[in-house]
Nanobody
C-alpha cells in the first residue's frame, strides 16, 4: 500500500505557472505507475498526465499538451506536475494517483489516491 499527499496548489492568474508535487510513502514507490487527475466543479474527474515507473512513457490529456509536464524522482518518492501557461479552464482539484498496473487514462485503473490540492486560475 502507498500513501499519497499532494501539495503546491493555489490561486494564480491566467498565464502563470504552478508546480504540483505528490509525496508517496509506504511500499516501494518505483513500482508504481503514477497519474495526475483533476476534477472541476460539476464535472467528472479526468486524467491530466500519466508516467510509468521508469519515466519511459508519459501521456497527456490533449488540452494540457505542451503546457504541462509530468516527472518523477524515485529516489525522493515524488511525482511532480509542472503547469505553465495556466488557463481559467485548468481550475480544478488536482489528484495524484498510483497503480501497479499499466498506464491508464481512467480513474478506475488506479488503486491509491491523494486527498487533492486546489488549483484556481483567475482570468
Amino acid at each position: 500500500q502507498v500513501q499519497l499527499v499532494e501539495s503546491g496548489g493555489g490561486l494564480v492568474q491566467s498565464g502563470d505557472s504552478l508546480r504540483l508535487s505528490c509525496a508517496a510513502s509506504g511500499r516501494t514507490f518505483s513500482g508504481y505507475t503514477m497519474g495526475w487527475f483533476r476534477q472541476a466543479p460539476g464535472k467528472e474527474r479526468e486524467v491530466v498526465a500519466v508516467i510509468t515507473w521508469d519515466s519511459g512513457y508519459r501521456q497527456y490529456e490533449d488540452s494540457v499538451k505542451g503546457r504541462f509536464t509530468i516527472s518523477r524522482d524515485n529516489a525522493k518518492n515524488t511525482v511532480d506536475l509542472q503547469m505553465n501557461s495556466l488557463k481559467p479552464e485548468d481550475t480544478a482539484v488536482y489528484y495524484c494517483a498510483a497503480t501497479t498496473g499499466p498506464p491508464a487514462r481512467s480513474e478506475s485503473g488506479y488503486d491509491y489516491w491523494g486527498p487533492g490540492t486546489q488549483v484556481t486560475v483567475s482570468s
